[in-house]
């Protein structure tokens, strides 16, 4: 069977019965009512059992005893609104009903039909999260539709065919209509409670409000727009002292305090213009009796579409707590100006919220600026010195848990810059709680650093003062000795007892020259210190010279106070300083002045030369072939004849000129104050002739000569180095006329000397310039004419100067150390050309090389390389001869000469001693070393003859030569007398113009093929 017009309208006829339910609610609520209350659960329950009845009674019956109805709907609402006991009262009611009614199974149905809804409106009541105000038409439509589900699934109790077609009938209707009508009887429900919610809460505010306008401790008023009063609380009244009608006559802006109107006025404005709905501000009122009232007002205003209706504003008067924080200011002003005037740095300790307050000066103490120290930080022990810490908070901790009466204690803080001061921290608890807990530590820092380093300073001279090792006195303003210290009592001999009152005069000597006292007093009274070498005497009766300082000490009115005096023994200073002066400016050898005093004396006689127009002569000396003493005789013969040299030369000049040793076997004479230049070469002559008597060395007579240089200040120059080497310039002239003399130094030897010192610099860039070229003189048997050796001759290409000669510029390269790398180029290039001339000549031809002494000495050449480079030329020694001089054999003494000599013969190499008989020669030298050759200087060949001494000299060398096994080469022959004469006496070689001028290298082989074809 279908479901019919009529069964559908039944169904909605059961629906609106369900109305009841809003009413029986609404009758409920209105007597305020609690819902849950036992009596009204149960009328509730039962008057929803009626409704149930009622609706039950009016069902659409589908077929005998299947009824269907909107008994589900009023259970599940039932449920879900009212409450269990209701539901559950109306559930019994409507399942009496449903029984007693019939159907057999369908009863069952019907009564399951009654549980489940009812069950299902409990159990989303209690098992959902929100209000019951918050739910929705969705939540609600939900419901019912599991509501009503539920319902249909019941049909199932009856047989399959039957219960499908029942479902097919009325699933439709039932899942359309009931939901809905759930969803809007719900929604009503819902609707209802948030009516009632909205007026509880009104009614609440609205009591709330007249609670705290009428009694509240804060001044309410409300405003209209243009700001008349229209309510006033009896806060606000008592506030200001006016009854509430007289207020209600005023306007706000009139009690206002003239200096806060124009900020009130301006938030006001800005309010009323939209800018906001509300400010807050602190101002003044002023009350009837014409005081001012302090407040903090809020003003907020209500609006209606914008437009202000009224404006409600709260003031909370803050009069009492104005007064106290401006005595609390004052206090803390006060307590600051204290504090400012007695440099004392102030903090405040919060321990509750451990929060610290310093003020500036207490920044200020520690190099913190006082915006640093604003903030309040927390009391901590980071800025004091680790030392210190476990002391200070040990301190805190006492005074906090009352072991002590006072945090006081000395200890160190960091400053802002890194550095420790010392603080005096003085500190007390302020403020208890009521269980006596403290609450508030207040303290000062006091900066003690000055005092503390004035303490250790105090300790320090103290511990000076006794342990010093310096005798120390204090005196009274008169020089009485007040006290001593124990160095005081080991240096003189006298205890502070006997010394007590007594001036320090009483330990001076009586060698003590009177005027130095005059000048200490004088120093004492002027300037209040002084200090000086002062002559003192033993207790013992010892003299001794001490060194004494004396400062004074002055009351404020300057007056002497104390007088602190301290002196040291210096008598082994002083006899130390004596010698050290000697030792510094005196010879210990001849006891002359030596160079530094010379150098002080020679400025000495040239300032005083200037200031009286006057001139200086310095002569410089230097013992002509000294050098043959010492090694003949011996150092201490030689040390001696210096001895004796200075005692002569002392003789020869005034006292008031000075006679210096410049080392060695060099002499200077300082003679000042010359009016005119003639005495000193009276002088110069005297020298001679004071050394030209012999001296008595042991038991030897021993002769000495001078060759002595002499300029003038300031004719020939005015700086002592310029005169040194003025006169030394001179020497050396005197020595190239014959030693034994004097020359004065003129203009050409400053040529000379800028000369060489042009040839210094350009020799540099002569070797790598080529500028440099051998030239070879043959060597020629005179028995045979065979020329089977040759002399390699250096020669100088100068770019601007021409040939400079071997004579100029060797000695040049000498001096400054250039000859090592020419002697040695020389060697290589001279090698090279024999290696050459042994080829295409002679297998036996040999090249002889002249070597500087300079090269034997240390530091000079590496010979090594010479015999490398001839073993890589594949050449013996024999190719080559080195040429020395008689001079290389006088520092034979040397180990380098002597090694390098030796060196020459293990590699085969010749060794010829040139211009033999010119020098200072000994035999033992010639028996010492391998020596070759011997080659007569040409002095002796010059002018030679028959019968002459230089023959007489030749023939002896020559038969010397021989009988030691020698060759001798005769230099300089440049006549076929001079070369018959030496052939005759057994010359074996000659050299010189006769048979050839030195040559360059081509023009020497052309010279050499020559002789092979006339051979």
């Given amino acids: 069977m279908y479901m019919n ?119 989303w009541r209690y098992y959902r999260q929100n209000a ?36 097919s009938n009325i699933s439709l209707p039932i899942l359309l209509l009931y939901p809905l009508i759930t969803s809007l009887l719900g929604m009503l429900f819902v609707q209802r409670l948030r009516r009632s919610q909205s007026a509880d809460a009104l009614q609440e505010s609205e009591f709330l409000f007249r609670s705290q306008f009428d009694m509240g401790s804060i001044g309410i008023a409300i405003t209209h727009p243009d700001k008349g009063w229209l309510r006033v609380n009896p806060r606000f009244c008592k506030m200001l002292g006016y009854s509430e009608k007289e207020l209600l006559q005023l306007s706000w802006p009139e009690l206002t305090h003239p200096d806060d109107l124009h900020l009130d006025l301006y938030q006001y404005d800005r309010m009323l213009t939209g800018e906001g709905d509300a400010y807050s501000l602190d101002k003044r009122f002023i009350g009837k009796d014409g005081q001012s009232v302090y407040a903090h007002m809020t003003m907020s205003c209500y609006r209606v579409d914008g437009i202000i209706q009224f404006v409600i504003a709260g003031i909370l008067d803050t009069t009492d707590r104005k007064h106290a924080e401006d005595k609390i200011w004052a206090r803390k002003e006060q307590l600051t100006s204290v504090l400012s005037g007695s440099e004392l740095g102030f903090w405040d300790w919060n321990i509750e919220t451990d929060t610290v307050q310093r003020n500036a000066r207490w920044a200020e103490m520690l190099g913190y600026g006082f915006e640093e120290i604003q903030n309040g930080t927390s009391i901590n022990l980071d800025g004091i010195h680790p030392d210190d810490c476990e002391g200070v908070w040990q301190s805190v901790t006492d005074h906090l848990e009352g072991r002590t009466t006072q945090h006081k204690i000395e200890y160190r803080m960091r400053t802002k810059q890194g550095e420790y001061k010392w603080i005096l921290d003085c500190a007390k608890i302020v403020n208890y709680g009521q269980d006596r807990r403290p609450l508030r530590m207040s303290g000062t820092h006091t900066d003690i650093t000055e005092r503390k380093l004035a303490d250790e300073s105090m300790q320090l001279a103290s511990m000076v003062y006794q342990n010093s090792r310096e005798a120390m006195t204090v005196t009274d303003s008169n020089g009485n000795i007040i006290t001593t210290n124990p160095a005081f009592t080991e240096m003189t001999g006298y205890d502070l007892a006997e010394i007590t009152g007594k001036s320090h005069k009483f330990i001076v000597s009586k060698q003590q020259d009177k005027r130095v006292y005059q000048r200490m007093e004088q120093a004492l009274n002027s300037t209040g210190h002084w200090q000086g070498e002062i002559n003192y005497c033993h207790k013992d009766g010892e003299n001794y010279i001490a060194l004494l300082g004396i400062n ?83 150092h201490n013969m030689g040390d001696q004849l210096l001895i004796d040299v200075a005692q002569r030369l002392r003789n020869c000049v ?206 000079g050449s590496d010979i090594a390389s010479w015999f490398e480079h001839l073993q890589a030329l594949g050449l013996p020694g024999q190719a080559v001869i080195i040429e020395i001089t008689e001079g290389l054999l006088l520092d034979g003494s040397s180990s380098i000469v002597m090694d390098k000599l030796l060196a020459f013969r293990d590699h085969g190499i010749e060794v010829s001693l040139d211009d033999f008989g010119t020098g200072y020669s000994s035999m033992s030298y010639l028996r010492k070393f391998h020596i070759d050759n011997l080659k007569i200087d040409q002095s002796f060949v010059r002018n030679l003859k028959a019968d002459s001494d230089d023959m007489i000299l030749c023939e002896a060398i020559i038969m010397m030569a021989h009988k030691l096994g020698m060759q001798v080469i005769a230099e300089g022959i440049e006549t076929e007398e001079q070369r018959r004469l030496l052939s005759a006496a057994g010359c074996d070689y000659g050299q010189g113009y006769l048979f050839s001028k030195p040559l360059p290298e081509n023009d020497f082989s052309c010279l050499l093929l020559r002789h092979i074809h006339v051979a």
């Fill in 5 to 123: 017009s009529f069964g559908f309208l039944t169904l909605i006829h059961n629906a609106a019965l369900l109305l009841a339910m809003f009413f029986i609610y609404d009758m409920a609520v209105s007597r305020n009512r609690t819902l849950f209350g036992s009596c009204w659960a149960i009328f509730t329950g039962v008057a929803l059992g009626l409704v149930g009845i009622i609706i039950m009674l009016t069902p659409w019956e589908y077929a005998p005893g299947i009824m269907f109805d909107a008994r589900s709907v009023l259970l599940g609402i039932s449920g879900l609104f009212f409450g269990t006991i209701p539901t559950l009262i109306a559930m019994l009611i409507t399942a009496t009903l449903r029984l007693f009614l019939g159907g057999e199974e369908s009863v069952v149905i019907g009564i399951l039909v009654i549980f489940t809804s009812g069950t299902l409106g409990i159990a």
């Fill in 132 to 167: 019951l105000s918050a739910l929705s038409f969705r939540e609600i439509y939900l419901f019912g539709i599991v509501t009503h589900g539920v319902m249909l699934a019941l049909m199932f109790i009856f047989p399959r065919e039957e219960a499908l077609a029942v479902l």
């Fill in 552 to 634: 004074s000490i002055y009351n404020k009115d300057r007056s002497v106070h104390r007088r602190v005096a301290q002196f040291s023994d210096i008598t082994e200073r002083k006899k130390s300083e004596k010698i050290i002066w000697k030792q510094a400016n005196f010879d210990n050898l001849t006891g002359l002045s030596n160079r530094q005093m010379f150098h002080e004396q020679l400025l000495h006689e040239k300032n005083k030369a200037q200031r009286r127009g006057l001139n200086v002569a310095l002569l410089f000396l230097d013992l002509d072939r000294f050098k043959a003493v010492n090694d003949t005789l011996g």
């Fill in 654 to 859: 005034r006292k008031r000129d000075l006679v210096s040793r410049f080392g060695g076997d060099e002499f200077t004479v300082i003679i000042g104050g010359l009016k005119n230049t003639e005495s000193v070469e009276r002088v110069a002559q005297k020298i001679l002739c004071e050394l030209a008597e012999p001296f008595l060395l042991g038991k030897k007579n021993v002769y000495i000569t001078p060759s002595i240089g002499i300029t003038f200040y300031p004719e020939d120059g005015e700086a002592t180095e310029i005169l040194l080497k003025n006169a030394d310039q001179a020497m050396y002239s005197a020595k190239d006329e014959g030693r034994n003399c004097y020359h004065y130094f003129t203009n050409s030897m400053q040529k000379q000397v800028e000369r060489e010192g042009q040839l210094a610099n350009d020799l540099r860039d002569a070797l790598k310039n080529n500028q440099l070229e051998l030239y070879y003189q043959p060597i020629v048997a005179l028995g045979t004419g065979n020329i089977r050796k040759a002399e390699a001759l250096i020669r100088w290409h100068h770019p601007e100067l021409g040939i400079v000669s071997p004579a100029e510029f060797i000695p040049v390269a000498e001096e400054t150390g250039h000859i090592v790398e020419i002697g040695d180029w020389v060697f290589r290039q001279a090698v090279d050309q024999v290696a050459h001339w042994r080829r295409e000549y002679h297998d036996d031809f040999q090249v002889s090389i002249n070597k500087s002494p300079v090269q034997f000495r240390e530091g």
